[in-house]
Nanobody, 116 residues
Framework: QVQLVESGGGLVQPGGSLRLSCAAS????????MNWYRQAPGKEREFVAG????????NYADSVAGRFIISRDNAKNTVYLQMNSLKPEDTAVYYC?????????WGKGTLVTVSS
């Protein structure tokens, strides 16, 4: 059974940091590109960051470039999102996504709230 389980969300003050994790099981994690998406209240889900299957290629949305870092540990079947210098507009549910050759898996998300 395929599972993607996000964790690490919570309440943080503006300027703070959080690290999200997404633990994968039920498929060959190292063969899949991994992405983080987010959905703020009343808005469409949007791409945040992506990393290739072996970790050599990374890309970011303009809104998070220079503040967020995506990484993966294929030995632990886990992808991470280090979020620094958080802003109130980063408040959203964050989802991880596994992609390969038209196959698509999604987690259920973890809530990040940036507020003083």
């Amino acid at each position: 059974q395929v599972q993607l389980v996000e964790s690490g969300g919570g309440l943080v003050q503006p300027g703070g940091s959080l690290r999200l994790s997404c633990a994968a099981s039920g498929f060959i994690f190292s063969s899949y590109a991994m992405n983080w998406y987010r959905q703020a209240p009343g808005k469409e889900r949007e791409f945040v960051a992506g990393i290739s299957s072996i970790g050599g290629g990374r890309n970011y949305a303009d809104s998070v470039a220079g503040r967020f870092i995506i990484s993966r540990d294929n030995a632990k079947n886990t992808v991470y999102l280090q979020m620094n210098s958080l802003k109130p507009e980063d408040t959203a549910v964050y989802y991880c996504r596994a992609r390969r050759n038209g196959i698509d898996y999604w987690g259920k998300g973890t809530l990040v709230t940036v507020s003083s």
